[in-house]
């Protein structure tokens, strides 16, 4: 089984009132293939410069991830600077310098071509299409994407939604994309594209799944450090797809299980910058996670009903 | 069994996307009790002027809600003149007219004195006080407050916080309280004056509840139609507390089962403008509720655990 991912690969450099990083790894491929790599194989599609550390290299081959589709060109590594206030749900962009990303075409090697499971990360949608063009026949495709492209390439958007399985979108663009504020009416709007599942993410107030008919809902996870919200939702798009990797089928149970793991990779991120917090993460403090979500969210029916006055209210 | 509440009762002007009311029935106090009574025996406090409506009044009464603590005076009914954008977790004071309210003292009917729980609503937290100090010894004790009395009255307000057995409070005016950005640092300052219990309002987002050291999460019922959110709060309040005035005891399970009951009562009010989503609640729809919350958070253990990679990430 066999993820693949494409998406960017970057050196963050990001303010919050928690502190600063400089030219730290970063990237949507990055942050993703990390957190799915806990459960498969993952298959990274991307670009780097010739300045990129070979730290990151060895820390990414360390941790078993395929880099046969990250290429190497000559020039600059992406670069993103952001900022945080006291609001980390939304990061405020002071500088993006696009380097080799710029011209970036992904062209997968042969053996990335029978992946089982794809995520489209928030890259031009003309890209991500090419991508899914050049796939076998993948189980479970999904992808991401941000108001630039929704200003920018709405069409070439439109057309990858419909060919995918899976929209895991911010609440924001999923509003800006649909034009309906109600977020139950907006992931309507993107199932009738075609997606048979929408997942709602919504930083500190968790995610909420569409899937066909049934709706579900995760809350983040307590964290009373939340230090640096950057690949947040990246990481939760790696634990959740490598969840599925994981599993023989894609049942509803399976769906809702991987929103729980996405949730849990989200939260290791958030508790530190770059992707200190993520490599924190260990199968047994997952399953903690896993646990602790589940008994936050426990309702439980009452043995005896309460004796309600008939005519209501 | 009796619950108590003190609040406004008001007749408000609303403006929303969806449509206006002028001149509805509405305030904390009848909110609460409309929902409440659906459990048992509430008993209002509060003051209207002459010009309140004597449908009204039928319509409370009908509801067996004991008006004992109602004060009539002479003059103008408190008024609300409110707006809300799409975004409807927030609203927009245009107007607010106090009128007998301005002069407004709880004074309890000696037959009140021994009600089981208090809800004090939003008013003066010296009145909050006053009227705690007229109680017997209720079983069980809530308020909340507003970002007016944090700013004017603070000291009297951490003086009746310390007194009650919980807080339920909005997300920004528990912020604005604590100087604590994050959520569970600002609730666990709440709990450090006194109250077991902080239940945190976050609107569509759903509700926290923090008691002792029990984290409970219920996110608001999906409603696809909200055209107006004012008296969620107060309903959900209604909803919590009733139910806890129908149980025996105030154990973690029944405060987690009222935290639905609380949400299931705030999403009534939320689909129709002053009390008429409310007034459609019915023991039958309040049930299916609960029970529809409690499938879409519903978290599933997987039978078979992934095998994850045991370097971790």
Redesign the interface.
Known sequence: MSTLVVGSVALDTVQTPFGRAEEALGGTAVYFS??A????DVRMVGVVGDDFPAEAIALLEQ??IDLGGLQRRPGETFRWVGAYG??MNTAHTLDTQLNVFETFHPTLPPHYRDARLVFLGNIDPELQLDVLEQMDAPAFTALDTMNFWIDLKKDALLDVIRRVDAVLINEGELRQLTGQ?????AAGRVQELGPRHVVVK?G???A?MFSGDD?????AY?????RDTTGAGDSFAGGFLG?LD??SSHQL??L??AL??GTVMASFTVEDFSISG??????ES??ER??R??E???????EV?????????
């Not at 009903?305 to 209210?313: A, F, I, Q, R, S």
């Open positions: 990390l957190a790599a806990l459960f498969g941790r078993g006291d609001d504020y109600n977020v139950l009416s919504r500190e107030y968790g909420l709706v579900a809902h995760v809350p307590p964290t009373y450090h939340v969840y994981s599993c149970d399976d809702r299980a729980v793991y993520l490599r924190r993460a260990t199968p997952l399953c896993y646990a979500l589940a936050i969210t426990r309702i439980v029916i009452p009903e309460p004796d309600l006055v008939p005519e209501g209210v």
